[in-house]
């Protein structure tokens, strides 16, 4: 097991990426290597199978991206012909699309030959088929795509797998959760044997495990951080009051005001909730984006991009609909309903304070809400299993929060919510052959050291 110690990271050149790649990444801002990329990149570079171990938000993406890139253009033995040489596998539509940019980004200035630029194709179920296949029929070099989408598209003859190099599987427990592990399996043997694999994974189940052992030869499990970290947020100062769902709303409002408030992410645990709270946050006037299920994919990415490009500035999302979003820069999560479990509240949380950044999350529980949230404080050691009553009004939730003594329960005209203007027609959403659970990984009884000081508050 390989850890990280504290020094100043290398550059990208520094660790061996070709130019080509060095430049388009410093033309996005982008040349000292985080961790897992730091680690990653050597044993990746020489074609070692591994396995990387990072929460979301700790670059995972270059981790592998990187010296896929850089593997498959310098290997002068086998050229590039079109077919896909790379596979990045994960777990849903809106990280394949993510993914599928940074890839895209990467690859600026490199070429396939020398009358090709390198090809990057998203396949991700929820669209037509026509355009994926035409993309593959026309020539790609590497695919970033979902599990029923590519393993359709392979029995239908239109991808080929025998071709591949690179192999990654990204979020594998994601997907091991979402129920995907038998395509993943269906998969892989289509691919050569003769390959080099890359897992990366926030958690380590036994499927997980079992699964690596299968189709990677003598890998190298790396993490990209201490032990402990798995499950805390040390950068993340957290709150959590006891709030009544009728006063919610009002609270939220305040919370949305708070000095150095920047983009924000509210959690709910329904599609229902979730767009009401978003229609409501707009009739306030504040810039507001919905991400759910009841929204067609269309609907969704315009929800996404606007919350990328600034347009929107807070996006309420339910958890099966967040999931594989990775956007930097949010500075507050707010659960307005607390999560199924300790792990979600995990993941929830982890959407701030990444890469070394503050960030605060605030939990809203109802009083119905107290015995679930009880079981979650105790299994991460939180310290306030009862947090204190809280109102829009209560001074305290102001003082806590930086939020100014004169913020009321709006900021001006109502704004339209970024993706309800024009409901679109409800999309097939991609499923697995059958569900599996996810086992939850022991999680760390501190969350955050010091308990009240470090910021749960009552």
Request: glycine residues 8%; negative net charge.
């Amino acid at each position: 097991m390989t850890h990280v110690t504290t020094h100043p990271t290398p550059t990208f050149a520094q660790l061996g990426v070709r130019d080509e790649i060095v430049r388009a990444l410093a033309e996005n801002g982008i040349e000292h290597a985080f961790a897992i990329q730091e680690l990653t990149l050597p044993l990746a570079l020489a074609g070692d199978d591994l396995i990387g171990q990072a929460r979301t938000g700790m670059g995972k993406t270059f981790a592998f991206g990187v010296p896929l890139l850089h593997r498959i253009t310098t290997d002068t033995e086998r050229p590039l012909t079109g077919a896909p040489r790379a596979l990045v596998v994960v777990p849903t539509r809106e990280l394949c699309l993510q993914v599928h940019g940074d890839l895209v980004a990467a690859a600026k200035y490199l070429k396939a030959d020398d009358s090709r630029k390198l090809t990057v194709t998203a396949i991700y179920g929820g669209r037509p088929y026509e355009p994926q296949i035409e993309a593959l029929q026309k020539g790609v070099d590497v695919v970033v795509g979902t599990p029923g989408r590519l393993l359709d598209l392979a029995q239908q003859g239109h991808l080929q797998l025998g071709g591949l190099s690179v192999l990654v599987l990204d979020e594998a427990d994601e997907m091991l959760d979402l129920g995907f592990l038998p395509d993943i399996e269906r998969i892989l043997k289509q691919i050569p044997a003769q390959r080099q694999a890359m897992l990366f994974s926030a958690t380590m189940p036994d499927p997980i495990i079992t699964l690596a052992r299968t189709f990677m030869t003598q890998p190298t499990h790396i993490r990209a951080e201490a032990p402990h970290s798995a499950a805390t947020h040390d950068t993340t100062e957290q709150f959590a009051y006891r709030a009544h769902a009728l006063d919610k709303v009002e609270m939220v409002s305040r919370i949305l005001q708070a000095e150095g408030r920047g983009a924000t992410m509210i959690f709910t645990r329904t599609k229902r909730t979730a767009q009401k709270v978003a229609d409501e946050l707009a009739e306030r006037g504040f810039k507001v984006g919905a991400v759910h299920g009841d929204l067609g994919q269309g609907a969704r990415e315009k929800a996404l991009k606007s919350f990328r490009t600034g347009e929107v500035d807070v996006l309420v999302a339910t958890d099966v609909a967040a999931r594989g979003i990775d956007i930097d820069d949010i500075t507050h999560v707010i659960n307005f309903q607390i999560p199924e479990d300790e792990q979600a509240y995990v993941h929830r949380i982890g959407r701030t304070g990444r890469a070394g950044k503050t960030g605060i999350a605030v939990t809203l529980v109802d009083w119905d809400e107290m015995p679930r949230w009880a079981m979650i404080d105790k299994a991460l050691g939180l310290g306030t299993p009862e947090p204190a009553e809280t109102y829009s009004s209560s001074p305290h939730l102001y003082e806590e929060l930086n939020i100014p003594t004169d913020a009321g329960g709006s900021i001006g005209k109502p704004a339209r919510t970024a993706d309800k203007p024009k409901r679109e027609p409800r999309e097939r959403a991609e499923k697995p052959a059958r569900t599996h659970w996810q086992k939850i990984f022991p999680l760390m009884s501190t969350f955050v050291s010091g308990g009240y000081n470090a910021g749960i508050k009552g």
